[in-house]
Protein backbone atom coordinates (compact mmCIF):
# COMPACT_ATOMS: atom_id res chain seq x y z
CA UNK A 1 0.00 0.00 0.00
CA UNK A 2 1.52 3.14 -1.40
CA UNK A 3 1.37 6.33 1.49
CA UNK A 4 1.53 8.70 -1.61
CA UNK A 5 -1.19 9.25 -3.86
CA UNK A 6 -1.48 8.16 -7.41
CA UNK A 7 -1.93 11.67 -9.02
CA UNK A 8 -0.08 11.30 -12.64
CA UNK A 9 -0.97 14.99 -13.97
CA UNK A 10 -0.10 16.54 -10.33
CA UNK A 11 3.20 17.63 -11.57
CA UNK A 12 1.24 19.37 -14.63
CA UNK A 13 -0.92 21.86 -12.15
CA UNK A 14 2.29 24.65 -12.07
CA UNK A 15 2.05 24.28 -15.40
CA UNK A 16 -1.64 24.32 -16.02
CA UNK A 17 -1.82 27.38 -13.35
CA UNK A 18 0.93 29.51 -15.48
CA UNK A 19 -1.34 28.93 -18.45
CA UNK A 20 -4.82 30.01 -16.82
CA UNK A 21 -3.31 33.35 -15.82
CA UNK A 22 -2.03 34.36 -19.39
CA UNK A 23 -4.98 33.06 -21.29
CA UNK A 24 -7.80 34.55 -19.11
CA UNK A 25 -7.59 38.52 -19.97
CA UNK A 26 -10.21 39.40 -17.89
CA UNK A 27 -8.58 38.39 -15.05
CA UNK A 28 -6.09 40.96 -15.46
CA UNK A 29 -5.08 43.90 -17.90
CA UNK A 30 -1.80 44.08 -19.88
CA UNK A 31 -1.10 46.72 -17.66
CA UNK A 32 -1.29 44.95 -15.19
CA UNK A 33 0.97 42.67 -16.36
CA UNK A 34 4.02 44.85 -17.61
CA UNK A 35 3.67 47.27 -15.36
CA UNK A 36 4.48 46.53 -11.72
CA UNK A 37 3.66 48.76 -8.69
CA UNK A 38 4.74 48.67 -5.36
CA UNK A 39 2.42 50.86 -3.02
CA UNK A 40 4.01 51.30 1.07
CA UNK A 41 2.97 53.15 4.07
CA UNK A 42 4.87 55.14 6.55
CA UNK A 43 3.13 56.48 9.34
CA UNK A 44 2.79 60.05 7.29
CA UNK A 45 3.24 58.81 3.83
CA UNK A 46 2.06 56.96 1.16
CA UNK A 47 4.63 56.04 -1.31
CA UNK A 48 4.03 54.40 -5.04
CA UNK A 49 7.13 52.78 -7.04
CA UNK A 50 5.90 52.02 -10.40
CA UNK A 51 8.04 50.48 -13.02
CA UNK A 52 6.98 52.23 -16.47
CA UNK A 53 10.10 51.99 -18.60
CA UNK A 54 9.89 53.90 -22.12
CA UNK A 55 8.04 57.08 -21.25
CA UNK A 56 10.30 60.04 -22.40
CA UNK A 57 8.06 63.46 -22.30
CA UNK A 58 6.45 64.32 -19.22
CA UNK A 59 3.22 65.04 -21.23
CA UNK A 60 3.13 61.65 -22.19
CA UNK A 61 2.66 60.58 -18.25
CA UNK A 62 -0.87 61.64 -16.28
CA UNK A 63 -1.29 61.44 -12.84
CA UNK A 64 -4.71 61.96 -11.31
CA UNK A 65 -5.49 61.42 -7.60
CA UNK A 66 -9.24 61.09 -6.26
CA UNK A 67 -9.71 60.52 -2.34
CA UNK A 68 -7.82 57.38 -2.02
CA UNK A 69 -8.09 56.23 -6.27
CA UNK A 70 -4.83 56.96 -8.41
CA UNK A 71 -4.79 56.83 -11.55
CA UNK A 72 -1.64 56.50 -13.48
CA UNK A 73 -1.92 56.97 -17.30
CA UNK A 74 0.30 57.45 -20.37
CA UNK A 75 1.69 56.56 -23.60
CA UNK A 76 4.86 55.06 -24.46
CA UNK A 77 5.46 55.83 -27.88
CA UNK A 78 7.49 53.68 -30.59
CA UNK A 79 11.24 54.48 -31.50
CA UNK A 80 11.90 54.14 -35.30
CA UNK A 81 15.00 55.07 -37.51
CA UNK A 82 15.13 57.40 -39.99
CA UNK A 83 16.47 54.78 -42.74
CA UNK A 84 14.43 54.01 -45.73
CA UNK A 85 14.53 50.78 -45.88
CA UNK A 86 14.28 49.39 -41.81
CA UNK A 87 12.45 45.97 -41.55
CA UNK A 88 11.68 45.06 -38.01
CA UNK A 89 12.15 41.14 -37.66
CA UNK A 90 11.16 40.45 -33.87
CA UNK A 91 9.15 43.09 -31.27
CA UNK A 92 8.60 41.92 -28.05
CA UNK A 93 8.93 46.29 -26.76
CA UNK A 94 5.47 47.42 -25.44
CA UNK A 95 4.18 50.94 -27.30
CA UNK A 96 0.94 52.57 -27.20
CA UNK A 97 -1.47 54.02 -24.48
CA UNK A 98 -1.59 51.80 -20.79
CA UNK A 99 -3.93 52.93 -17.74
CA UNK A 100 -3.14 51.14 -14.15
CA UNK A 101 -5.72 52.39 -11.63
CA UNK A 102 -4.84 51.62 -8.10
CA UNK A 103 -6.65 52.41 -4.37
CA UNK A 104 -3.84 53.39 -2.05
CA UNK A 105 -4.13 52.40 1.72
CA UNK A 106 -5.48 55.84 2.85
CA UNK A 107 -7.03 59.25 2.16
CA UNK A 108 -4.29 61.31 0.95
CA UNK A 109 -3.44 64.51 0.75
CA UNK A 110 -2.74 66.33 -3.10
CA UNK A 111 -0.79 69.45 -1.67
CA UNK A 112 2.67 68.20 -0.94
CA UNK A 113 2.43 65.36 -3.30
CA UNK A 114 5.79 64.96 -5.06
CA UNK A 115 6.34 62.61 -8.51
CA UNK A 116 9.76 62.20 -10.04
CA UNK A 117 10.37 59.26 -13.22
CA UNK A 118 14.15 58.10 -13.64
CA UNK A 119 15.41 55.70 -15.35
CA UNK A 120 11.92 53.63 -15.93
CA UNK A 121 10.75 54.25 -12.14
CA UNK A 122 8.21 56.45 -11.35
CA UNK A 123 8.14 57.50 -7.33
CA UNK A 124 5.32 59.52 -5.58
CA UNK A 125 4.95 60.18 -2.30
CA UNK A 126 1.81 61.45 -0.98
CA UNK A 127 1.18 62.84 3.00
CA UNK A 128 -1.74 60.87 4.84
CA UNK A 129 -5.08 62.66 5.40
CA UNK A 130 -5.27 62.26 9.13
CA UNK A 131 -8.85 63.95 8.87
CA UNK A 132 -10.14 63.47 5.41
CA UNK A 133 -13.14 66.18 5.52
CA UNK A 134 -16.46 65.07 6.14
CA UNK A 135 -18.88 65.63 3.57
CA UNK A 136 -22.86 66.49 3.48
CA UNK A 137 -25.25 64.71 1.37
CA UNK A 138 -28.17 66.39 0.65
CA UNK A 139 -31.44 64.23 -0.20
CA UNK A 140 -33.99 66.05 -2.41
CA UNK A 141 -37.23 65.27 -1.29
CA UNK A 142 -40.13 65.23 -3.96
Given at each position: ???????????????W??????M???????S???????????????????????????????I?????????????????????????H????????????????????????????????L????????????????????
Amino acid sequence: MSLIPREPYRMFEPFWNEMDRLMRPERETASDRWYRVDIEETQNKVLVTAEIPGIEKAEDLSITLDENRLLIQGEIRKTTFDEEEWVSHHSERYCGKFSRALTLPAMVKTDGAQASYKNGLLKLSFLKDPHPAARRIDVDFH
